[in-house]
């Protein structure tokens, strides 16, 4: 065998060990890549005012308000009243059919006219038997039957009367005017419509004190004493009212389980009815301590606890911190342990940092603009200096 056949026969050989070696360095895993360093906004735990002055969404309403019907049943003809319309005491809400009252009234009138000359035909049989009593022609019984014939005509005559004054009432109750003045705030029948006796019609809201009502949970209502003062504070602003508590629900509400609260405030500078008010009771203000607070978006649930991811400042990465979150104030969270004031905390995006990851303070765009304008400023300095040197060489040289 030459030396060329065999040459060719020790490639393939070593051609063959080495494909093991190809494949298993294909087969290895790639090395792991680093996390990125993320920009991330941290604050600076501090201690600041707790507001532990509890707030409650009222509504103001009038301190009577009464629901107007008719005293008689029938058919609505005519509703004069309008919603939101201001209303004198005497004025006309609306009208029924006064068609069979008036009828009604007819009828008592000729009983009355019957009953009337009923009596009037018994007072003159009784005048006539007097006088024949006087002359002894009749006997005594006698003269007693015609006196009890009187006294039952005068009684149908009263009843008469009495049944016409009666129906004169019924027709003038289909009529329906307002007792107080104030204003309309519903609506509860329409033209058309058969009602029964009493069914509210009209609600009026009567001119007069304003009332801020609210509802309280059951814990608070206790703390909330007839006479203790309110603050009183618009929705959309203005001034702040003081009012007082006039009155507390004995019972809770059947469906939210609330106590109602009813605050007196000014009638002349009240908001206008309806209108969306906050109330500051001061019977459940405490007195204000220093508290921990983080925005709410800070935290992040940990297992069974919540944690929050506090920045180690000499490596510039993360960690976890277990904090204990006593309760809300706002859009914060108090924290009543875990950590501890001047600690950074990462205040958005905890959800794609992990354990022990490199970041850095994120400075928007405005704030890096400035900070890069001061550091040009600063360089521009220097080199103003040594060209204004360079000038003074260069005219001291010429000289």
């Known amino acids: 065998m030459t030396a060329s056949a065999v040459f060719p026969s020790r ?15 294909g087969c290895s895993p790639k090395p792991a890549a680093e996390d990125p360093v993320r920009a991330v906004k941290f604050v600076t735990v501090g201690a600041s005012e707790f507001d532990a002055q509890p707030e409650f969404s009222a509504e103001v309403r009038a301190r009577v308000e009464s629901r107007l019907g008719f005293r008689v049943g029938g058919k609505i003809t005519r509703r004069q009243a309008e919603l939101g319309q201001h209303v004198q005491a ?17 009828a008592a009138r000729a009983q009355q006219a019957a009953a009337l000359t009923n009596r009037d035909l018994a007072a003159a049989d009784l005048k006539r038997y007097t006088e024949l009593r006087s002359q002894n ?35 003038n109750y289909t009529t ?31 001119d007069g004190a304003r009332d801020v009502v609210f509802a309280v949970p059951e814990d608070r209502a206790t703390l ?11 929705w959309s602003g203005g001034n702040e009212l003081q009012g007082q508590v006039r009155e507390v629900a004995a019972s809770a509400d059947a469906v939210t389980r609330t106590y109602s609260v009813k605050v007196a405030i000014d009638a002349a500078t009240a908001p206008p009815l ?18 921990m607070k983080l925005p709410t978006s800070a935290l992040r649930q940990e297992g ?21 979150v006593a309760t809300a104030d706002g859009n914060e969270a108090v924290i009543a342990g875990g950590i501890s004031p001047g600690m950074m905390v990462v205040a958005a995006g905890v959800h794609v940092l992990s354990p022990g990851q490199k970041v850095t303070i994120y400075q928007s765009k405005e704030a890096a603009a400035a900070a890069a304008n001061a550091g040009a400023k600063e360089s521009v300095q220097p080199v103003t200096a040594v060209a204004a040197t360079n000038k003074e060489i260069a005219a001291g040289a010429a000289k």
Request: glycine residues 6%; charged residues 15%; hydrophobic residues 45%.
């Open 11 to 25: 490639l393939r050989s070593a051609a063959w060990l080495l494909l093991p070696a190809i494949f298993l360095a």
């Open 274 to 291: 309806g209108a969306t008010v906050y109330a500051r009771p001061q019977a459940l203000a405490h007195s204000s301590a220093p508290v």
């Open 304 to 324: 069974k606890g919540t944690s929050v991811w506090v920045l180690d400042k000499s490596t510039m990465t993360v960690r976890s911190q277990p904090v204990q």
């Open 176 to 206: 329906l005017v307002a007792d107080v003045a104030g204003i309309v705030t519903a609506i509860e029948a329409e033209p058309g419509q058969v009602v029964q006796a009493g069914t509210p019609v009209v609600r009026i809201a009567q």
């Open 137 to 171: 022609f009749i006997s005594g019984a006698e003269l007693e039957r015609r006196e009890t014939t009187w006294k039952a005509a005068q009684a149908q005559l009263e009843q008469a009367q009495a049944q016409l004054a009666s129906q004169g009432n019924q027709a």
């Open 224 to 234: 909330i004493k007839t006479g203790s003062p309110v603050t009183v504070r618009g």
């Open 90 to 106: 005497g004025q006309v809400l609306a009208q029924l059919d006064p068609q069979d009252y008036r009828l009604a009234a007819e």
